[in-house]
């Protein structure tokens, strides 16, 4: 495969262009997991470097729940807008719109694309999952390097990729 990045991009010292390669799932989760270090190489929230894009109106992210075991929290991560965080708890990943994340929920490092509904007591980690999938209730991913190669993708880092087909061929 051609890579674009090393034959086409150039870069000088006046110049330092942001550029990633995101061909690959391991090089598409760092891109993104990257995004929620404190201070990112490619910073989102550079007023001098706008955005420009058609954002739909949506209203912002919700965390609702704060018991012990049972709190909707996201540290070191990025929520988009129409999420509902509900007695979850998400650590340095990076969730795009519409997704729903129910109780008793862990999140570690996760890529999620839009739409997303998680179940209750689910265990992800190192995982980037695909539009409008539904995580089933107690769903543990990233875990068991071994099991995940028999249900999910695993790129050569261990990253897992999950998509509603993986999921409807699972035998809970």
């Known amino acids: ?39 990112p190489e490619l910073d ?25 075991g049972r709190r909707g929290s996201a540290v070191s991560s990025l929520v988009s807008g129409d999420c509902i965080v509900s007695g979850a708890t998400l650590k340095r990943s990076l969730i795009f719109t519409g997704a ?33 999938v539904r995580i089933p209730e107690g769903l543990v991913v990233g875990e068991d390097a071994a099991l995940d190669a028999k249900r999910f993708r695993v790129s050569e880092k261990g990253i897992c990729l999950v998509t509603q087909d993986m999921i409807d061929k699972l035998k809970l």
Do not use: Q
């Open 1 to 39: 495969a051609h890579r674009f990045a090393k034959s086409c991009v150039r870069s000088t010292a006046e110049n330092e262009a942001y550029w990633r390669d995101v061909g690959t799932v391991d090089a598409y989760w760092e891109a993104n997991i990257d995004l929620t270090d404190v201070t």
């Open 44 to 68: 989102l929230y550079d007023r001098d470097w706008p955005i420009w894009t058609y954002a739909e109106l949506k209203p912002p992210a919700k965390f609702v729940h704060d018991e012990d």
């Open 100 to 132: 729903r994340i129910n109780s008793y929920s862990t999140l570690e490092e996760v890529v999620m694309l839009p739409d997303v509904h998680v179940g209750r007591n689910a265990r992800l980690k190192r995982v980037v999952i695909d539009h409008g």
